[in-house]
């Protein structure tokens, strides 16, 4: 579809960060002036560190939305020279803003602590207590100022893998025509899926073996960039004298390494209902199940979805959340936060991004299927966790973890598939929407907790200082495939990890898994309580980044520290697919 042929209505309004480019060379040019400007002072009271403080804030702020703009701008047509350009010179800049930053950390932990406490009483500082006390929080891992100041310049060339990564799979990959017999089906990146969900075993076989065959073509290149990233997050990781790569992502989040490690565990407790599940798959579809058959529906689609349909459901399965929430839902599809459909050269997927003081933009790449509503409640759902939290917190307490951001794009996406179960008008569409939330289980909690587990095992071999090659990435990442599906693997889907962009950031895709866990329990909650346990789910949504999450997600009556949010969702699954199979 071409981008000059869309309406209006359905791609994002940029203008509104900012006008034109010559406004945003004209940002840029002061942000840059801001940054050389940015020196070191001598924190001689309350005062001054305020002060500090605010002009830190505002600067990260300038350079944030730069950077926001540019890539967003880029991701519409990742073949604009000029929006490339721009997101190569936004990252430049936030690389220079954390260089002439890198002072900040340490002049204050230099302070005697009970100085610092003593100011942090005085109201002046009121605006950034918590800020600063993350920071003493995380004295052991802050270096001199010097070293923080190389870390923060050397943080260009770390992000250099997941840079060529996105460019080679966007622009370099070359995704050739799917052929079945005399009938040829194009594939993009967006396309695969819906390829792969195709009633005839022989497309989904085609369509697998040609997608992994264009990713075994770059396997190489791209096992040195994923060691490269992966060997920086190692670095970094001792550099702050973190004992792992893990301890330093989970660190600011203040995320025990223990639930990390309990999510596997609760995981590989419940392989066995995933197994089944499997094999049920294979019965109702007459196979024994290979994994190009994993996503086909056990049963047709009941409908197709196309946007306006898809805005309808979201809507009215967001009901249960108040009049406010539905107020705003409604102006997000009016105002253009939305660029809707798949264009040339756009970059694949879906996701939700933005910055405090302008709304949130979402991207979509819609395919008119039920799985595309399901898309939209995800990424509404985050892009109203951003609306509220910048409406009720400042700049610099607004952004959220990931951690708790799943949360919100999960809860959405349970309270459609609770709408949709409701509505089921036949048996036929019962079997699908049950399968639908076992399918959910499957890939968001499982297969992501497999990825997890595929990271620690690449960090861990790497800190060793074991070679991440591809043999050695295709042999690990096959075994663990066997061990989470119960099935023999084959030489395409030990490639997967080739193509898994989550890979480059990380220890990221653990938060899917509890994030649908405690999307599942409070979704639940508010189909039982109604307004109360809805009330209480917005002001987990209002806090942003004001409480840590584990404690902001107990607003909401949910304890992630524990985990018994995961072994429940698992537990309903293994009762779903039981379920399943009674009504096939």
Not at 369 to 397: C, I, R, V, W
Request: aromatic residues 10%; contains cysteine.
């Amino acid at each position: 579809m071409d981008r000059a042929t869309l309406p209006a209505a359905e791609t994002w309004n940029l203008g509104e960060l900012y006008a034109d480019n010559d406004a945003f060379e004209a940002a840029f040019a002061q942000a840059q002036s801001a940054i050389k400007a940015f020196l070191p002072i001598d924190l001689t009271d309350a005062g001054v560190l305020a002060a500090l403080m605010t002009a830190y804030f505002d600067l990260n702020y300038q350079v944030e939305k730069l950077y926001v703009y540019a890539h967003l701008k880029q991701d519409l047509d990742n073949g604009d020279a000029t929006a490339q350009a721009q997101a190569d010179r936004s990252e430049t800049l936030a690389i220079d803003c954390a260089a002439a930053t890198a002072f900040l950390s340490p002049s204050i932990l230099a302070l005697d602590a009970a100085v610092l406490e003593g100011w942090l009483a005085d109201t002046q500082l009121a605006f950034c207590t918590r800020y600063v006390r993350e920071l003493v929080r995380a004295r052991p891992h802050t270096l001199p100022a010097e070293q923080e100041a190389l870390l923060a310049q050397s943080g260009e060339l770390a992000g250099t893998p997941k840079s060529a990564f996105d460019l080679l799979e966007t622009l370099d990959l070359q995704l050739p025509d799917v052929v079945v017999g005399d009938k040829s089906y194009p594939l993009t990146h967006a396309q695969y899926r819906v390829l792969m969900e195709n009633p005839d075993r022989e497309v989904r076989r085609a369509t697998y073996a040609t997608y992994y065959t264009a990713f075994a073509g770059h396997r190489n290149t791209i096992a040195a960039l994923l060691a490269g990233s992966v060997k920086a997050d190692n670095f970094f990781a001792k550099a702050r004298n973190y004992d792992s790569a893990l301890a330093s992502a989970l660190f600011d989040n203040d995320i025990p390494q223990s639930v990390y490690h309990a999510t596997i565990a609760a995981c590989r407790d419940s392989l066995s209902a995933l197994h089944e599940y499997i094999a049920l798959k294979g019965r109702a579809l007459g196979v024994t199940p290979e994994m190009f058959d994993f996503y086909v529906p056990l049963v047709p689609e009941p409908f197709a979805v196309d946007y306006d349909r898809a805005r309808e459901l979201v809507l009215r399965a967001t009901a249960p959340l108040g009049e406010e929430y539905a107020k705003v839902l409604q102006a997000s599809f009016d105002q253009r936060w939305i660029d809707v459909h798949e264009t040339p050269s756009k970059s694949p997927g879906a996701y939700a991004w933005g910055v405090w003081g302008v709304h949130p933009y979402v991207l979509l790449n819609h395919r008119d299927t039920p799985d595309a509503a399901f898309t939209l409640a995800h990424e509404m759902g985050h892009a109203m966790h951003s609306h509220l939290s910048n409406k009720n917190q400042t700049y610099q307490d607004a952004q959220y973890s990931i951690f708790a951001a799943e949360v919100a794009s999960t809860v959405n996406e349970m309270l459609l598939l609770d709408l949709c179960i409701r509505e089921a008008a036949t048996q036929q569409e019962s079997v699908y929407w049950h399968n639908f939330f076992c399918e959910s289980v499957r890939t968001t909690v499982l297969r992501q907790v497999m990825f997890a587990e595929f990271e620690l095992a690449i960090h861990t071999h790497a800190q060793g200082g074991g070679a991440l090659v591809h043999d050695w990435l295709c042999e690990t990442y096959a075994k663990l495939n066997a061990d989470y599906h119960g099935i023999p693997g084959d030489e395409y889907i030990a490639l997967e990890w080739a193509r898994i962009p989550h890979f480059y950031n990380a220890y990221y895709v653990y938060q899917y898994a509890t994030g649908f866990s405690a999307a599942v329990a409070i979704a639940n909650r508010i189909q039982r309580e109604g307004k109360p346990a809805a009330d209480d789910y917005l002001r987990f949504l209002s806090a942003g980044g004001s409480l840590p999450p584990i404690q902001a997600l107990k607003l909401a009556g949910v304890d992630l520290s524990t985990p018994a949010p995961v072994a429940d969702c698992l537990t309903l699954f293994a009762q779903r697919v039981k379920e399943l199979a009674s009504r096939l």
